[in-house]
C-alpha cells in the first residue's frame, strides 16, 4: 500500500512539473532527465521565426540601412566594452552585416545550421560589444537565443539539412534544448518582475502617461480615470504579469491563461514602444512552453478540416544525443511528450555528460548572477545599476535630459569655451553613463589635440537630467576634469553624483505645482548640492520667468552689473530679465530646491511659422529643385531665433503635416507605408552591400581631404549657444 502511494505520488509529480525527485537524485539520473528524447517540432517551430524576426532585425534595429551614418563618419568616437575592439572601415562593416543577415537567413531555413549560427553568432556579438550605446535588454536576449540554437538541435525540424541528411530530419532533441530557451525566457520574465519591486515603479513614477495611448481605451471606456490605468494597470499589472507569467505558463492547466495575457502584453508593447522586433520574439517564445509536439496535432487538426481522412504522421526519428528507456508512450500524434518517458536506470558518467553539466551550470549560474552583480562592476554604476543591457530592470526608470554642457580649458594658453555635445558621437547616450562618459572624454580630448593643435586639454561637463519625474540634478561633478580623472571597473567613481533619493517625497508637491500653474506656462524643478552654481540664461523667447525656492538658501549673481545680487530663502521668489546670464549658487548646507516658471513665446511664433509653410510663402526652389527654407522672409519676431531653433520649427512642421495626412489615410495605405517604408530599408542595406564590395574590390572612388577636416569652430558654440537654458 505505501509502496502504491509512493508510485501515485510520484506519476502526481511528474504529471505536473514533467519531473520527480528521483531525477534529481545522483548525476546520472540528472542527466538521464537532460538527455530525456523531446519532439523537435517546437523547437524547429521557434528557430524558424526566430530566424525571420532577425533577418528584419540585423536592417532595422541593428542598424544595415544607416552604416555610414554609424562607421563612415570620420573620427567618431566609439564606445566599446573593451577599448581593444575596433570598428572597421565602413565598407567592411557593410560586408559583416551582410554575413549577418546571412546567417540569420540559414538559421530560418536550417541550411548550413551550425555554420550559419556561428556566422550570426560572431558578426552580431561583435557588433554588440563594439557599442555600448546600442545597449538594451532586448539586443542582449538576441544574442544568447542565438547562443542557445548554435549548440542545439534546432534543425532536426523542417529544415533543409534535413532534408540533405535524412539522419537528422525529424529526429528526437534532448531535453536541455528545451530547457535553456525556457530559463531564458523565464529569467526574462520574472527577474523584470524582481527589478520592478523597485519603489518608483510599484509608485507609478516609471512610466509616465502611457494611459493616453490608445491600446487603453477600452479601460476608458468603462470610465477608468488615467491615474488609474497609469498606477494599476500599467505599473501594478506589469509587475504582477512578469512575476508570474513564466510560472503561469509552466503548468498545463494555467498555460492557456499564460499564453492569452502574455501575448496580448507583447501586443500591446508593439503599439506603445519603438521596441523593434522584441514583443515579436517574446510572442515567438511563449509556445515553446508547450508540449514538443504541439505544431504536429496543430497541423493533424487542420488537415482533419481540409481532408475527410487523416495522413498518418511520420514518425520521430531515435537520435544518439538522447537517452531512452525501454518503454514510451506515444501521444496521439505519435510524438513523445515529456511526461511520456518512464522510469529506468541511471546513465554513467562521461567527459561529454560532464561538459554537458558543466556548462549548463554556469550558464544558469551566469544568468541569475549578473542582473545582480552590480556591487562587483562598481564603475559601470551611475544612477542606475551596471550597464543599460543584462539587467533586465526594463521601463523601470525613465529620463529627462535637460543641459549637456561640454566645457575645455587649454592650459598652455588659458583659452576656454564650450564644445558641442554633439561633436564627434552621433547620440548623447555617453551622457548618462559615467564609463561612457570618460571614453566621450577621452577621445575628445584626442581629437582637440591631434587634429585641431590644443595642447593639455582640460574638459568638464555639466549634465543636468531627471529620473522618475524627480528635481532636475546634476549628474557628473562639473568641478572635474573628466581627461585626468580616475575610471576602474570594479570602483565606484567619485566623480558621479548620487541621485538625490532624499527628495523624492517632494514629487506630490511638484505635481501640484505643476497642476495649478497658469495655462500655457512651462515650469522646471531644479536641486542642486550646496557648493555649486548653476548658470543660466534666459532666453529672449521666454517671458514672465519667475524662480522661487522651495527648499534651501540661493544667491542670485546677474551678469548684468545694474541688478543687485539677490539672496533667497525657502518661500521666497523672484522675476528674471529674459536675454540676460545667470548664476545661482546653492550656499545653505542642505541642497537647494527652486522651480522656474515662464512663459515660451515659441508656440505661438510657431503658429506663425505653420501658417506661412501652409501658404508656402517661406521655401523657394534651389539650383538643385530642392525646395529650401528662405529664412529672409521670415518676420521680425523671428529674428533672435538660433538656427537650432529654426531647424527645430522646420522638423516639427514635417512631424505635424505626416500627422495631419495619417488622419486622412485608411488603413491600407498606412500599412502600404508601413511596407514602403521597410522595403526603402532593405533595399538602402543591399544597395550599400553592393557599393561596400564594389569599393573592396576595385577601390573607393576619391574624395577631396578637405571636406572631412574639421575648425574648433565647427565643433564649439558660443557661450550664449549653450543650448542648456533652464
Known amino acids: 500500500m505505501e509502496t502504491a502511494n509512493k508510485m501515485e505520488k510520484k506519476d502526481r509529480m511528474a504529471s505536473l512539473f514533467g519531473f520527480s525527485f528521483n531525477d534529481f537524485r545522483s548525476i546520472g539520473s540528472l542527466i538521464r532527465l537532460l538527455r530525456r528524447p523531446c519532439d523537435p517540432a517546437s523547437l524547429g517551430v521557434t528557430r524558424i521565426l526566430f530566424g525571420v524576426l532577425m533577418m528584419l532585425d540585423v536592417v532595422v534595429e541593428r542598424g544595415m540601412h544607416e552604416i555610414d551614418i554609424r562607421y563612415a563618419i570620420p573620427n567618431q568616437c566609439a564606445f566599446p566594452l573593451f577599448n581593444l575592439l575596433k570598428p572597421m572601415s565602413a565598407d567592411w562593416m557593410a560586408i559583416l552585416y551582410f554575413a549577418m543577415f546571412l546567417g540569420a537567413v540559414g538559421i530560418m531555413l536550417g541550411f548550413m545550421y551550425r555554420l550559419s549560427c556561428s556566422v550570426y553568432c560572431l558578426c552580431y556579438w561583435y557588433l554588440f560589444l563594439l557599442d555600448k550605446t546600442t545597449w538594451n535588454n532586448h539586443s542582449y536576449l538576441y544574442g544568447l537565443l542565438a547562443l542557445q540554437f548554435l549548440f542545439s538541435d534546432a534543425h532536426f525540424y523542417r529544415s533543409l539539412d534535413g532534408l540533405l541528411n535524412g539522419k537528422i530530419c525529424n529526429t528526437h532533441v534532448p531535453l536541455w534544448n528545451y530547457f535553456l530557451i525556457r530559463f531564458q525566457i523565464f529569467t526574462v520574465y520574472f527577474i523584470a518582475g524582481l527589478k520592478k519591486l523597485d519603489p518608483d515603479w510599484i509608485s507609478g513614477y516609471s512610466m509616465e502617461n502611457l494611459s493616453s495611448n490608445w491600446v487603453f481605451e477600452p479601460f476608458r471606456y468603462v470610465s477608468l480615470p488615467n491615474w488609474f490605468i497609469d498606477l494599476f494597470i500599467v505599473h501594478i499589472g506589469g509587475f504582477t504579469l512578469d512575476l508570474t507569467l513564466g510560472f503561469v505558463l509552466f503548468f498545463d492547466k494555467s498555460r492557456p491563461f499564460g499564453l492569452f495575457f502574455g501575448g496580448m502584453f507583447h501586443l500591446m508593447n508593439s503599439t506603445m514602444f519603438t521596441i523593434g522586433m522584441f514583443p515579436y520574439a517574446?510572442?515567438?517564445?511563449?509556445?515553446?512552453?508547450?508540449?514538443?509536439?504541439?505544431?504536429?496535432?496543430?497541423?493533424?487538426?487542420?488537415?482533419?478540416?481540409?481532408?475527410?481522412?487523416?495522413?498518418?504522421?511520420?514518425?520521430?526519428?531515435?537520435?544518439?544525443?538522447?537517452?531512452?528507456?525501454?518503454?514510451?508512450?506515444k501521444s496521439p500524434a505519435g510524438a513523445v511528450s515529456v511526461q511520456d518517458i518512464t522510469v529506468g536506470h541511471p546513465s554513467r558518467m562521461n567527459c561529454r555528460n560532464l561538459m554537458l553539466l558543466t556548462l549548463l551550470g554556469f550558464y544558469v549560474g551566469m544568468q541569475c548572477f549578473l542582473p545582480y552583480s552590480h556591487s562587483v562592476t562598481k564603475g559601470y554604476n551611475t544612477w542606475t545599476n551596471g550597464l543599460y543591457g543584462y539587467s533586465w530592470d526594463m521601463m523601470v526608470h525613465s529620463w529627462k535630459t535637460q543641459r549637456i554642457a561640454v566645457s575645455y580649458m587649454e592650459k598652455e594658453t588659458g583659452r576656454t569655451g564650450f564644445l558641442n555635445p554633439e561633436a564627434w558621437s552621433v547620440t548623447d547616450r555617453w551622457s548618462n553613463h559615467g564609463d561612457m562618459l570618460k571614453q566621450y572624454a577621452t577621445c575628445v580630448a584626442g581629437h582637440l589635440q591631434n587634429d585641431l593643435g590644443f595642447h593639455d586639454i582640460e574638459l568638464y561637463f555639466d549634465v543636468w537630467k531627471a529620473m522618475n519625474k524627480r528635481f532636475l540634478q546634476r549628474m557628473f561633478d562639473p568641478r572635474v576634469d573628466m581627461v585626468t580623472s580616475d575610471w576602474r571597473p570594479f570602483s565606484s567613481p567619485h566623480w558621479v553624483l548620487p541621485v538625490l533619493y532624499d527628495l523624492s517625497s517632494w514629487r506630490n508637491k511638484i505635481d501640484i505645482i505643476q497642476k495649478t500653474a497658469p495655462e500655457n506656462y512651462d515650469i522646471i524643478f531644479v536641486a542642486d548640492l550646496p557648493g555649486l552654481a548653476l548658470e543660466n540664461y534666459v532666453e529672449t523667447t521666454s517671458v514672465n520667468v519667475t524662480l522661487e525656492v522651495l527648499d534651501g538658501i540661493v544667491l542670485i549673481e546677474f551678469d548684468d552689473e545694474s541688478y543687485d545680487d539677490v539672496t533667497l530663502n525657502t518661500g521666497e521668489k523672484i522675476e528674471l530679465p529674459s536675454g540676460q546670464f545667470h548664476n545661482i549658487y546653492t550656499i545653505s548646507d542642505t541642497p537647494a530646491c527652486y522651480f522656474f516658471l515662464f512663459y515660451s513665446t515659441l508656440p505661438d511664433m510657431y503658429d506663425v511659422f505653420k501658417e506661412m509653410r501652409n501658404n508656402n510663402t517661406l521655401t523657394t526652389i534651389d539650383e538643385g529643385g530642392e525646395e529650401v527654407l528662405n529664412i529672409a522672409d521670415l518676420p521680425d519676431m523671428f529674428r533672435d531665433l538660433t538656427s537650432t531653433q529654426l531647424s527645430n520649427f522646420e522638423r516639427t512642421y514635417e512631424i505635424d503635416t505626416y500627422k495631419d495626412h495619417l488622419v486622412y489615410i485608411t488603413l491600407v495605405e498606412t500599412m502600404r507605408t508601413s511596407v514602403m517604408v521597410r522595403f526603402k530599408k532593405f533595399y538602402n542595406s543591399f544597395a550599400r552591400v553592393h557599393q561596400a564590395a564594389y569599393n573592396i574590390w576595385y577601390g573607393p572612388e576619391t574624395t577631396s581631404d578637405g571636406d572631412d577636416e574639421l575648425s574648433v569652430d565647427e565643433m564649439s558654440f558660443e557661450q550664449d549657444d549653450i543650448h542648456g537654458e533652464l
Open 282 to 329: 517574446m510572442l515567438a517564445t511563449l509556445p515553446i512552453f508547450c508540449y514538443p509536439d504541439w505544431p504536429r496535432r496543430f497541423i493533424s487538426r487542420l488537415r482533419k478540416l481540409t481532408r475527410k481522412t487523416e495522413d498518418k504522421p511520420a514518425p520521430v526519428q531515435r537520435s544518439m544525443t538522447c537517452i531512452y528507456e525501454s518503454e514510451t508512450k
